[in-house]
């Protein structure tokens, strides 16, 4: 069955970087899109891009562009997201979904930036 | 950007009950909204997709129906697992998600 195994949870530092990652098994890793949303509370679901393990070609909403830099490895079939220059507002849980229509998601990772 | 406004953001019903929830788009979206239902602490999960598309696993009382910028989920005879909150998302151009349904048990 097709599962999405994200990263633990991530007690950041303003300003730093995080890397969280999205193990994906049970399918072909290199044949669908990895897409990464944003969620926090009372401000809903919020699209950040996908990559296309495939050939590691990427697509960014232009509000993310610069925060976050999308990477693939193929040979352990992992999509990682990393985010940069984190500040309060980047506080919030991260999903990887698989393919066009988000039909399967990992577990979600807090990400908690705090001095 | 295409804004997605989802209606209502609160819905209290009573089990047996018929359930909808809309979604209307800024502009056209063609077939391509997709319905999501995510539970406290859970990640969302896929009901329904390309506007009436049932996903594999979803019971038959879920359903979608609409075109162009208005649509709606349904919900035929709601059961108490189905307390959750309700999202839309249209990828006909980029991704945008609806502001979500929290739907309860009267």
């Known amino acids: 069955q097709v599962q999405l195994q994200q990263s633990g949870a991530e007690l950041v530092k303003p300003g730093s970087s995080v890397k969280i990652s999205c193990k994906a098994s049970g399918y072909t890793f290199t044949s669908y899109d990895m897409h990464w949303i944003k969620q926090q509370p009372g401000n809903g679901l919020e699209w950040i891009g996908w990559?296309?393990?495939?050939?590691?070609?990427?697509k960014y909403n232009q509000k993310f562009n610069g925060k976050a830099t999308l990477t693939a490895d193929k040979s352990s079939s992992t999509a990682y997201m990393q985010l940069s220059s984190l500040t309060s507002e980047d506080s919030a849980v991260y999903f990887c979904?698989?393919?066009?229509?988000?039909?399967?998601w990992g577990q979600g990772v807090m990400v908690t930036v705090s001095s | 950007d295409i804004q997605m406004t989802q209606s209502p953001s609160f819905l209290s019903a009573s089990v047996g009950d018929r359930v909808t929830i809309n979604c209307k788009a800024s502009?056209?979206?063609?077939?391509?909204l997709d319905w999501y239902q995510q539970k406290l602490g859970e990640a969302p999960k896929l009901l329904i997709y390309?506007?009436?598309s049932l996903h594999t696993g979803i019971p038959s009382r879920f359903s979608g129906s609409g075109s162009g910028t208005d649509f709606t989920l349904t919900i035929s005879s709601l059961q108490p697992e189905d307390v959750a909150t309700y999202f839309c998302l249209q990828h006909n151009s980029g991704w945008t998600f609806g502001g979500g349904t929290k739907l309860e048990l009267k």
């Open positions: 390309n506007t009436n």
């Open positions: 979904a698989r393919s066009i229509r988000f039909d399967y």
């Open positions: 990559i296309y393990p495939g050939n590691g070609n990427t």
């Open positions: 502009q056209n979206i063609n077939k391509y």
